[in-house]
C-alpha cells in the first residue's frame, strides 16, 4: 500500500548565525559570469532575505509586477532592473530594492552574488543576495509593484518545491517553483533555484534552464 511520505525541511532561524552561514556559503561558491556579445541589457535582481511572516524565521522578499508595465507586467519577479550607466551590479540591485520597496540597505548588507542568467528577452540578469534588518518597514511602489510576499526559506527546501517540464521549442528543460497552487517560471525561479542550493551548500548551474515561450519577448 502506498503511503504519503512528508518531506522533512529544515527550520532557519532569522539571526547572525544564518547570515554567517549564507555569506559563508555565497564566499565559497565559484560564480560564474557570461560573455555578452554586446547585444544584452545587464540588469541586477535582489534576493532579500528578511524575517518572514512567522516571527523569527527567514525569508525573501518574490514581488508580483504590476499588470501596467509594458514588460512582463504581472509576472512573479524578484526585486530589481537595468544596470544603470557607471553603477555596479551590487549597487543596482540595493537601488531598486529601494525603489521598489522602500528597503534600504547597504554595500554592507551584500552577502554575496550568484551566477548570471541570460534570458531570451535579452537581459543579463545577475543575482545579488542582501540582508534586510528586522527594522525595515516595506513600502512597495505602486508603480511597479502589485503586491509583496515574503517566501518561507524552508519553503524552497521542500522536494516538490520545483519540477521540471520540457517543451516542444527548446532542448533544454524548462523549471518552474511551485507556490501555493502557482507556477513561477524562469528567470525568477532559476534564480530562486540557484539561492536554494547555494543555500545548502551546493554548487548547481542553472544557465541551462530554459524559461516558457511567453517570456521570449
Do not use: C
Not at 552561514?21 to 555578452?36: A, M, N, P, W, Y
Not at 551584500?110 to 518597514?137: A, F, K, N
Amino acid at each position: 500500500m502506498k503511503t504519503d511520505v512528508k518531506t522533512e525541511v529544515t527550520a532557519f532561524p532569522f539571526d547572525d548565525a544564518l547570515r554567517a552561514t549564507i555569506k559563508g556559503h555565497l564566499d565559497r561558491f565559484e560564480v560564474r559570469r557570461q560573455s555578452d556579445p554586446g547585444s544584452l541589457r545587464h540588469a541586477a535582481v535582489a534576493v532579500a532575505v528578511i524575517e518572514g511572516d512567522v516571527p523569527g524565521q527567514a525569508a525573501f522578499l518574490l514581488t508580483k509586477r504590476t499588470p501596467k508595465l509594458r514588460a512582463h507586467g504581472g509576472q512573479w519577479a524578484l526585486p530589481g532592473g537595468r544596470v544603470d550607466p557607471g553603477e555596479t551590479i551590487r549597487h543596482t540591485a540595493l537601488r531598486e530594492l529601494h525603489e521598489e520597496l522602500g528597503v534600504l540597505a547597504s554595500i554592507d548588507d551584500v552577502l554575496g552574488t550568484l551566477d548570471d542568467y541570460p534570458t531570451r528577452s535579452g537581459y543579463l540578469i545577475t543575482p545579488v543576495v542582501v540582508w534586510v534588518s528586522t527594522d525595515t518597514t516595506l513600502v512597495p511602489n505602486p508603480a511597479e509593484v502589485h503586491s509583496v510576499h515574503h517566501i518561507a526559506l524552508d519553503k524552497i527546501e521542500r522536494d516538490d518545491a520545483f519540477s521540471f517540464t520540457t517543451i516542444p521549442e527548446s532542448t533544454r528543460r524548462v523549471i518552474r517553483f511551485r507556490l501555493d497552487g502557482q507556477h513561477i517560471h524562469a528567470p525568477t525561479a532559476a534564480l530562486i533555484y540557484q539561492f536554494r542550493e547555494v543555500l545548502a551548500g551546493r554548487n548547481t548551474r542553472v544557465v541551462d534552464l530554459e524559461q516558457p515561450v511567453f517570456a521570449w519577448k
